[in-house]
C-alpha cells in the first residue's frame, strides 16, 4: 500500500489532528530494554513516526519477559531489532540508531536533534548521568524518566511528577535488584506513562497534570 493511504488507515482512531502535529517530531530514546523498546512501539502507534534511539546492548532470552522483542532476533544489537519491530508496524517509520554506549561526552551530541529525551535505562548512575547532561544542555527541552519500576503490583504507588522540564514516572522508591525481579505488567506501566507524558508534551507542549 502506498505511504498516504496506509498511514491514514492506520492511525485512522487516532485523535483528530494529532498525527499531523507529530509528523515532524522527533524523540529521542536513551535505552532499548525494558522501557525503551515499549516506550517505541507506543509511541510509534500513536502517531510518532521519527526517532533517534541509542543503545549498545543485544537481545538476550532473558529479556524477553519484558522487551519488545522475539526469540528470532536473539543476538541481534537491540537498535536494530527494534527498528525491525517498528517498521512491521509502519513501513515508513524513520529511527536514527545508535549502537553506542552513551556517555556524558556524547549524550547531547547523539540526541541534539530530539525534541524532547525519554530516560530508559536501569542503572541509577545512568539516570543521574542522562538528567544532568540532558538539562545542563537543553533545560528548555523536557526529559521523561523512569523510576521504581520493579516488582509487581502495587498500581497505586506508580504515579507522575513533574519539576520543570523534568518528568519522572514509577514509584521512585522500589531499587532494581534481584530480589525485586523485573516483570512485563509493572514495568510496562511505567513506560506507558513515559510514552503518554511524551504524547501530551508533544500536542500540548506541556504537561497538564
Given at each position: 500500500?502506498?505511504?498516504?493511504?496506509y498511514?491514514?488507515?492506520?492511525?485512522?482512531?487516532n485523535?483528530?489532528g494529532?498525527v499531523?502535529?507529530?509528523?515532524?517530531?522527533?524523540?529521542?530514546?536513551?535505552g532499548?530494554?525494558?522501557?525503551g523498546?515499549?516506550?517505541?512501539?507506543s509511541?510509534?502507534r500513536?502517531g510518532?513516526?521519527?526517532?533517534?534511539i541509542a543503545?549498545d546492548?543485544r537481545v538476550?532470552?532473558?529479556?524477553?519477559n519484558?522487551?519488545y522483542?522475539?526469540?528470532?532476533?536473539v543476538?541481534?544489537?537491540?537498535t536494530?531489532?527494534l527498528?525491525?519491530?517498528l517498521?512491521r508496524?509502519?513501513?515508513?517509520?524513520?529511527a536514527?540508531?545508535?549502537?553506542t554506549?552513551?556517555?556524558?561526552?556524547?549524550?547531547?551530541?547523539l540526541?541534539?536533534e530530539?525534541?524532547?529525551?525519554?530516560?530508559?535505562?536501569?542503572?541509577p548512575?545512568?539516570?543521574?548521568?542522562t538528567?544532568?547532561?540532558?538539562l545542563?544542555r537543553?533545560?528548555?527541552?523536557?526529559?521523561i524518566?523512569?523510576?521504581?519500576?520493579?516488582g509487581?503490583?502495587?498500581?497505586?504507588?506508580?504515579?507522575t511528577?513533574?519539576?520543570?522540564?523534568?518528568?519522572?514516572c514509577?514509584d521512585?522508591q522500589?531499587?532494581?535488584?534481584r530480589?525485586?525481579g523485573l516483570?512485563?505488567?509493572?514495568?510496562g506501566?511505567?513506560a506507558?506513562?513515559q510514552?503518554?507524558?511524551?504524547?501530551e508534551i508533544?500536542?500540548?507542549?506541556?504537561?497538564?497534570?
Amino acid at each position: 500500500m502506498e505511504q498516504e493511504p496506509y498511514l491514514r488507515e492506520l492511525y485512522a482512531r487516532n485523535p483528530p489532528g494529532s498525527v499531523h502535529k507529530l509528523q515532524d517530531k522527533v524523540v529521542g530514546i536513551a535505552g532499548a530494554g525494558g522501557l525503551g523498546s515499549n516506550i517505541a512501539v507506543s509511541l510509534l502507534r500513536a502517531g510518532v513516526q521519527r526517532f533517534i534511539i541509542a543503545d549498545d546492548d543485544r537481545v538476550e532470552i532473558s529479556n524477553l519477559n519484558r522487551q519488545y522483542y522475539f526469540l528470532e532476533q536473539v543476538g541481534m544489537e537491540k537498535t536494530a531489532a527494534l527498528q525491525q519491530n517498528l517498521l512491521r508496524i509502519n513501513p515508513y517509520v524513520q529511527a536514527t540508531l545508535h549502537c553506542t554506549r552513551i556517555t556524558a561526552d556524547n549524550l547531547s551530541h547523539l540526541f541534539s536533534e530530539a525534541h524532547l529525551l525519554i530516560e530508559a535505562f536501569d542503572e541509577p548512575e545512568m539516570k543521574a548521568l542522562t538528567a544532568r547532561c540532558w538539562l545542563s544542555r537543553f533545560p528548555d527541552r523536557f526529559l521523561i524518566m523512569g523510576s521504581g519500576i520493579s516488582g509487581y503490583g502495587m498500581n497505586t504507588s506508580l504515579v507522575t511528577t513533574v519539576r520543570g522540564r523534568m518528568v519522572i514516572c514509577g514509584d521512585q522508591q522500589t531499587p532494581n535488584s534481584r530480589e525485586n525481579g523485573l516483570t512485563a505488567p509493572r514495568l510496562g506501566i511505567v513506560a506507558q506513562m513515559q510514552a503518554n507524558a511524551a504524547l501530551e508534551i508533544l500536542l500540548d507542549g506541556k504537561m497538564n497534570s
